[in-house]
């Protein structure tokens, strides 16, 4: 698959049509992801229409592309089903739990990544939107989602007008642990994050916020403690609504 190489998130996209011939076409293929117990405890809402787009652009922070991408896919963890056909055949369903969570968003995370990359060996260009699990509670009223099903992953998807540069990678022994975890040293981190660090492009986006590093502009800028710590008690909130959490 030589498309992964060069892959890129794309936020732009040609005035053409994605057929739902090819739209299901990759879904059917990606099917074919493994899956917890081949329970395959995922779903997905696939949003083509102006109304529709807009009401779930808010949830995304108006990014522009939720609205100008032909195709929006919100991929959901989905134990609805399977607790509804066990209830349905004479079963004892017990999935309203954090660990059954767990498992459906996994499920729902691994499809997600499978189908992106079919799509893009397809010619199309697709951007992950990790603001999913944000503001989930305006996801699920905008798609009538029901109990047991938690929205964790969006794709805007469509045919690419645009061909960003690749954005940087950390180097390979930085996420490789050979038989054991080896800790993190202040020297290992120097040596990771040091091609990172030096790249122009990152060098001017520590300036244009005005602080002194990298690590700031994530840490302090863009995601702050307050943030995190008011998003994760959104998202406990929408997991006891939807069921997962008492």
Not at 6 to 12: F, G
Not at 14 to 25: F, G, K, P, Q
Not at 65 to 73: E, I, L, Q
């Amino acid at each position: 698959m030589e498309s992964i190489k060069n892959r890129t998130s794309i936020r732009k996209y040609a005035n053409r049509e994605v057929s739902d011939e090819l739209l299901y076409s990759l879904i059917e293929e990606a099917e074919r992801t493994p899956t917890m117990g081949n329970l395959q405890l995922y779903s997905v809402v696939i949003t083509r229409s102006e109304e529709g787009k807009k009401a779930l652009a808010p949830a995304h922070f108006n990014q522009p592309m939720v609205t100008s991408a032909p195709v929006v896919f919100t991929i959901c963890a989905d134990y609805s089903r399977t607790t509804i056909w066990a209830e349905n055949r004479k079963a004892h369903p017990g999935y309203d739990n954090i660990l059954s969570f767990m498992n459906a968003a996994t499920d729902a995370l691994l499809f997600t990544q499978t189908f992106t990359n079919l799509a893009e060996e397809a010619g199309l260009g697709t951007c992950f939107l990790g603001t999913t699990v944000y503001m989930p509670k305006m996801i699920i009223d905008a798609l009538k989602l029901p109990k047991l099903v938690m929205p964790v992953a969006t794709l805007t998807i469509g045919w690419p007008d645009e061909h960003p540069a690749k954005s940087d990678r950390l180097p390979l022994r930085s996420i490789v642990h050979k038989e054991h975890f080896e800790a993190y040293t202040p020297a290992k981190i120097d040596d990771f994050y040091a091609e990172k660090e030096a790249l122009k492009e990152n060098k001017e986006f520590v300036r244009i916020n005005n602080v002194e590093t990298l690590a700031q502009v994530f840490t302090d800028i863009r995601y702050t403690k307050k943030d995190c710590e008011a998003m994760s008690k959104d998202f406990l909130e929408a997991l006891k609504q939807q069921g997962f959490l008492d």
